[in-house]
């Protein structure tokens, strides 16, 4: 059985869903320390001028898990992000067949972070096709830090291969996992170039540049079978 975990993101880039796809389970890690700056409350989407960063605000005390961090909804982001998403991506051709799901996601008032990133990335793994089963750190009640942490979740749901990103090389102790008999594979992502609505390509968006622009081959394009890749 292979295994992924990842913190929960904000519409997270495409790389995000090459990770899922190729696991059977996919571990939101959500009862770790939340990392401020980084990509746990925002992300890049297209624009005429290159990637445009679109950011969550948050309330924020230091050494707060992710699944305790609030929203700063006393701040207009919802209605911006989503004017985001319709001045870049509105003549895309399939941008028109998620725009309700968006409209109506960014209506809603939501208060913790963690519940928006998963409602998005649920949505996502959905319309790609990936059939991945998704659950939350949280409901494992595992203990440990780092390595330990991360091996105790494999063990638990019996994982004998582990998928990591490529940056966590560095920290990563590899004699815990080949002790307890779990193999780890590094992330190789290969980045596909597909058309974007804008000339002059730009990588590492979030994964609805891809959906908007590819639509039902998206998945293809990500694992790099499809035509649409330039």
């Known amino acids: 059985m292979i295994l992924t975990i990842h913190q929960p993101q904000y519409i997270p880039w495409i790389g995000y869903f090459d990770k899922i796809d190729k696991a059977d389970k996919f571990v939101i890690l959500d009862d770790v320390q939340y990392k401020k700056n980084e990509w746990q409350n925002r992300n890049k989407v297209r624009a005429a001028k290159?990637?445009?960063?679109?950011?969550?605000?948050?309330?924020?005390?230091?050494?707060?898990?992710?699944?305790?961090?609030?929203?700063?909804?006393?701040?207009?982001?919802?209605?911006?992000?989503?004017?985001?998403?319709i001045i870049n991506y509105n003549k895309t051709p399939y941008f028109k067949n998620h725009e309700p799901f968006f409209r109506k996601s960014y209506e809603?008032?939501?208060?913790y972070?963690?519940?928006?990133?998963?409602?998005?990335?649920k949505y996502?793994?959905?319309?790609?096709?990936?059939?991945?089963?998704?659950?939350?750190?949280s409901s494992l009640a595992i203990k440990g830090q780092r390595t330990e942490r991360l091996v105790e979740i494999c063990k638990k749901l019996e994982a004998n291969t582990y998928i990591s990103g490529e940056g966590a090389r560095a920290y990563l102790d590899l004699s815990r996992f080949k002790q307890s008999k779990i193999e780890v594979i590094f992330q190789n992502f290969q980045h596909p170039i597909y058309t974007q609505a804008y000339d002059n390509f730009?990588?590492?968006?979030?994964?609805?540049?891809?959906?908007?622009?590819?639509?039902?081959?998206?998945?293809?394009?990500?694992?790099g079978e499809s035509n649409k890749n330039i």
């Open 108 to 111: 809603c008032n939501w208060e």
């Open 113 to 121: 972070l963690v519940d928006i990133n998963i409602h998005f990335i």
């Open 202 to 223: 730009e990588p590492f968006m979030s994964v609805v540049d891809l959906l908007f622009n590819c639509g039902d081959e998206s998945l293809k394009v990500l694992r």
């Open 124 to 137: 996502l793994i959905k319309s790609l096709g990936i059939t991945t089963k998704l659950m939350r750190s």
């Open 50 to 85: 290159g990637g445009r960063w679109f950011t969550v605000p948050v309330i924020y005390k230091f050494g707060q898990k992710i699944n305790e961090v609030k929203i700063d909804n006393s701040k207009n982001w919802r209605k911006k992000h989503y004017k985001t998403l």
